[in-house]
């Protein structure tokens, strides 16, 4: 099951005034970025974060939940209404998610 329109919408609406933000799309899910650093996902209508200590201690006792099959688990954000928050989630987790990786050229 791919991530419904509307959900894709409300988790867009939750976040727009967060500087930073890109959802890129893939194979009908989306891929969430916070100041281009991979902080998860939209996945099957469920907002999942990459599993950092931080994202850990923000979201304390949130439900690990795997986003596709072979993937790894990611953490479960089930306080999308509150965008105080999510900001705060965001805030919280940045400076654990992995820098972008710099393509090497060969030559």
Do not use: H, W
Not at 27 to 32: I, K, N, S, V
Not at 53 to 78: C, H, N, T, W
């Amino acid at each position: 099951m791919a991530t419904s329109k509307q959900y894709f919408n409300y988790i867009c609406e939750q976040l727009k005034d967060l500087d930073g933000i890109a959802l890129r799309p893939m194979m009908g899910e989306y891929l969430l970025y916070f100041r281009d650093r991979l902080a998860g996902g939209i996945y099957d209508d469920r907002l999942l974060i990459k599993p950092v200590p931080s994202a850990r201690e923000y979201l304390s006792g949130a439900e690990e939940q795997i986003p596709y099959d072979g993937a790894k688990p990611m953490l479960f954000v089930d306080n999308t209404d509150d965008k105080d928050f999510l900001y705060g989630l965001f805030t919280a987790i940045y400076n654990d998610l992995p820098q972008k990786k710099i393509k090497k050229k060969n030559g």
